[in-house]
Each structure stands twice: as C-alpha cells, then as structure tokens.
C-alpha cells in the first residue's frame, strides 16, 4: 500500500508498526504524521534545490519525504535512534542518491560542516535539546542559508520577543544579534504522536551576513547570562560578577539603573565589547 507520494513507500503509521517505533520521551520524541503539514513545513524552507538539507532527528520520516518530495537534492539526516536509522535507509532507496543517513547525536556533530553550501537546516527538534542545539548553530551561523526549526511555542515567543516584554531574555538578544527571527504558524498538540503537552510553532531563522552589531559571541553569553540570570535587579548589582560593574556600564555609556530587559541588542553588544576591553 502506498502513500500519495508515489515512492512505493508505506503509510507512516504502518512505518511506525513494522519498525516498532513507540517514541521515547528519553529522546524528547513527539512524531508529526500529518503528511499536509509535514509538505508546508518543507515548503517554508524555501528554495532546496542547490546545496545540504540537514535534518535533524526525522524519526518516521514523514519530514524527510516531504523534503524529498519538495526538491530537496541532498538531504543529509542526523538520527541516534537506530529504530529511526533503518526507517531512514527505506526512503534512501526509494529516493536513490539524494539522502544520506549519519547515525549519531545532534548534540556531538558540526552541522556547519555537513554537506556542501548552502546549508540549511530544517528540523522538528527534540524539545529537551532544542535551545541547545540552536546555540551550538548560531556560533557558526555563517554557515547557513537558514534555520526553519519548530519548538516549543514559549520557545519561538523567547526568540522573537521586543525589550521591555517578559520574554525578552538572553535568547532573544543572541539570536536576534546573528538572525531576522521570522515565526511562521502554530501547530495543535494533536498533530504529533504522541500529544505534547504544550503548542509548537514554526519559526524561520535567516542568519546576517553581519551581526547586528560588533561583539564576541562568547562575551555577549557572558553578559547577558549575568544580567537576566538576575533580571529584577538592576544592572549595577546583576552585573557584578563580572567584575567592576559600574566602570563596565560608564564604559558601555549604559545607566546603572536599567533593568536587563530594558536593553536593546544593541547595548548588550556595546556592554560586551566594553567588558573585552576592560579584562
């Protein structure tokens, strides 16, 4: 019996049968079988012709078939669930030489050094590694053409999110320093298997060709873990484990009395650049 996309390929459900494919909350695994949104999330990711897809964690596969289906030329996918692995060499052969299947963690591989350019990743990304992934990708955020991943929809709103707001936090001021953040649509709990217990949300990442403004990367993680891991204080009393706070935030031609989310990347950067000066 085969699907409607004419690979000879089994429905997902029956895929997910013969293989034994219960997904494992170890793994953070919550399955999308809707094969309508499994094509718009591809789709999303514009253009796939030329250079690497990476995905990431593709489990059934019903992404992986969509990115297939929609052009993709070579999809390289990063799956450490060996139930998954042989899943993955069943679409290869249907779709001879243009998926390669590196068995392995996400966490242990340079995504920035997979295939040829331009990269992308497309992914529905294991909740409990997700933000932690995105941060090993936006070091090397040259690297890619962009980033459409789904998460948590808390997550997308922390990316996403103005000063001033109470989502604002260190994540918003990294990836927005690296990225245009462009949410994209909402998908129901009910559209995975199993349910999780939250919404997810779609988010397009298209990385500057420059940061929005001079800084070290590892610096501005520095800065901005200190001042919104106390976020309620004020800057003069947050900023203090990194030394003289007061002479950093004359140098960075910053009030003492802000608050972390009164900040625009702008001046978490200028607070960076002074903290590599003074040290």
């Known amino acids: 019996m085969a699907d409607d996309h004419g690979h000879g390929l089994p429905p997902l459900r029956e895929v997910i049968a ?17 094969l309508n949104l499994t094509g718009r999330i591809a789709r999303a990711a514009g253009d796939l012709s030329s250079g690497t897809t990476i995905e990431i964690g593709p489990g059934p596969g019903g992404l992986t078939r969509a990115l297939l289906d929609a052009g993709a030329g070579r999809v390289i996918a990063v799956e450490r669930d060996d139930r998954a ?10 779709y001879p030489g243009r998926l390669e299947i590196l068995a392995g963690d996400a966490m242990a591989v340079d995504a920035a050094s997979l295939g040829e350019a331009p990269r ?3 992914a529905n990304l294991p909740y409990n590694i997700s933000t932690a992934l995105l941060i090993g990708w936006l070091r090397r955020a040259d690297a890619f053409e962009s980033l459409t991943l789904m998460f948590q929809k808390e997550v997308v709103d922390r ?4 000063p ?24 129901a709990r009910e559209a995975f298997t199993p349910p999780p217990k939250v919404v997810s949300t779609l988010v397009r990442l298209v990385p500057r060709s420059e940061p929005s403004a001079p800084a070290r990367m590892e610096t501005l993680e520095r800065v901005t873990a200190a001042a ?20 950093l935030l004359a140098a960075a031609a910053i009030a003492p009395t802000l608050r972390a989310e009164e900040l625009a990347v702008a001046d978490f950067c200028a607070l960076a650049r002074a903290l590599d000066a003074l040290s």
């Open 85 to 94: 692995v042989a899943i993955q060499q069943e679409i290869a052969a249907a």
């Open 18 to 34: 013969n293989h034994g494919l219960a997904a494992r909350k170890s793994l953070g695994q919550h399955f999308l079988l809707d």
């Open 159 to 162: 990316l996403a999110a103005a």
């Open 120 to 122: 992308r990743i497309v």
């Open 228 to 247: 919104f891991g106390q976020r309620r204080k004020m800057l003069r009393s947050s900023l203090k484990s990194l030394g003289d706070s007061e002479a």
């Open 164 to 187: 001033g707001s109470g989502d604002y936090g260190r994540l918003s001021v990294i990836t927005q320093w690296r990225c245009e953040v462009r949410p994209l649509f909402n998908i």
